[in-house]
């Protein structure tokens, strides 16, 4: 009996397989659970179609598989088989053995929505699969992603050869954008020559003597955070009077303040963000901003981001703090702030992850190296250089002249108050 039994359920099985009953199962329950996930997310969109506050974020369904509709990278020359680099001054992909240049098409990132804090906080979004390595500085604790025809056996912020290859990148989510070089290697030489002319207290032979380091062109991380603020408050308000008998006139209001803000930038590298340096050179223009696209990473590094979306939120609020202060205080025409109560609130909460260009290099002066930095977009630039005691002294002798006048005359009026009185 168990025999026949059996023999029948392999016999059934049989015919499932070969009519397909089993697959035609399955895919009228895939449809079923696709549908009611369409009227799903058609009801969270019907109802969600208000301005909310991101902290009351509704539960969203968490994506547990990266995502990605990116083409694997490609960075070989079809004519000869040499590497393929961007060049800012054509804006197309160059090879650097044959000079074939590769024409591809960007996007203007203006529509690219970006992240949202519960995305940030849950790890959720399109991962990257196109980098070939994540390669860790263990001098400067640099993190960089690089493809194949951008590494080198040097780290581009501190030149140590201590870098090793950590993994891959499948683990850190793709950028939403990227600002391309927008100056080249080329005009960023001609750039740090007329920079180092001008110097002040340098060297004469400063410019004969001086050997720049290669030029390394690399891609920086930012987070650009996007958002409304609706703010209710209620205070007490001054403005200052006129006249000898001036007073502060105050006046109680309370109301709401409504603040759009854009493009509020910070610095996604633990190392760069404590980088005086770094600050001079930083002032990128992020409307040029374009979609990401990996091939405008070819020929250059990439720094990941060191410093979550998430922690740099915390810091982004208490800028937009005192933003939305100042703002109240010029909706009041106050010209000080006796008491404010105030509640601030953001929607619309998104974050864009934004690669930025600059150019790190550093030149040599009788054995000794001074660091340079130029922005890749705007071509400002910040640096160190040597100077000349010869030239100095005459400055140090002009102030310490100064001084010891200074001096002698106020011993000759403390000795002698009556003279001038």
């Known amino acids: 009996m168990a025999k026949d039994k059996k023999d029948a359920t392999t016999v059934l099985d049989v015919i499932k397989s070969h009519f397909g009953i089993d697959r035609m199962a399955e895919s009228r329950a895939e ?34 598989e990266p995502v990605s509709n990116e083409k694997a990278y490609d960075n070989k020359c079809p004519a000869c088989g040499g590497t393929l680099a961007f060049n800012p001054a054509t804006g197309k992909l160059s090879c650097s053995f044959c000079g074939r240049e590769e024409f591809f098409r ?31 500085c263990g001098s400067c604790g640099g993190n960089f992603l690089a493809v194949s025809s951008a590494i080198t056996s ?3 912020y501190c030149g140590s050869n201590s870098i090793t290859v950590a993994g891959n990148s499948s683990d850190t989510l793709e950028p939403t954008g990227i600002i391309p ?28 003597d001086s050997q720049i380091t290669d030029l390394t062109g690399v891609y920086v991380p ?3 955070f996007d958002c409304d603020t609706i703010t209710p408050y209620e205070g007490k308000f001054g403005k200052y009077g006129s006249g000898e008998d001036s007073y502060t006139e105050y006046h109680l209001n309370s109301s709401v303040c409504e603040m759009p803000v854009r493009n509020l930038t910070f610095v996604a590298s633990s190392r760069l963000e404590k980088d005086s340096f770094w600050k001079v050179v930083s002032n990128f223009d992020m409307s040029a901003m374009q979609k990401y696209d990996t091939n405008l990473l070819a020929g250059f590094w990439s720094e990941s981001y060191t410093v979550d979306g998430p922690s740099t939120w915390q810091k982004a609020c208490v800028k937009l703090t005192d933003m939305i202060r100042r703002q109240i205080k010029a909706n009041e025409n106050a010209d000080v702030i006796a008491k404010l109560d105030m509640k601030p609130q953001a929607a619309n909460l998104r974050a864009k992850y934004v690669l930025a260009p600059i150019w790190i290099t550093s030149f040599d002066y009788h054995g000794k190296k001074y660091r340079v930095l130029i922005n890749g977009q705007t071509g400002d630039i910040v640096g160190t250089w040597p100077k000349s005691y010869k030239k100095l002294v005459p400055v140090f002798i002009i102030i310490g002249a100064i001084v010891i006048m200074e001096i002698i005359l106020a011993l000759v009026i403390y000795t002698n108050p009556n003279v001038y009185h």
Request: glycine fraction near 6%; aromatic fraction near 10%.
């Open 31 to 64: 449809r079923r659970s696709a549908l009611a996930q369409e009227q799903r997310e058609k009801r969270r969109v019907n109802s969600g179609s208000a301005s909310f506050v991101e902290t009351d974020l509704p539960p969203i369904q968490i994506v547990t």
């Open 106 to 136: 960007t996007e203007a990132a203006e529509h690219e929505k970006g992240y949202s804090l519960y995305e940030l906080q849950n790890n959720i979004g399109r991962r990257l699969h196109s980098v070939d390595k994540v390669i860790v």
């Open 154 to 156: 040097l780290c581009p």
């Open 181 to 208: 070089f927008k100056i080249g290697k080329e005009e960023a030489q001609d750039i740090f020559k007329q920079w180092i002319k001008g110097r002040r207290f340098s060297p004469t032979d400063i410019v004969k």
């Open 222 to 224: 930012y987070w650009v």
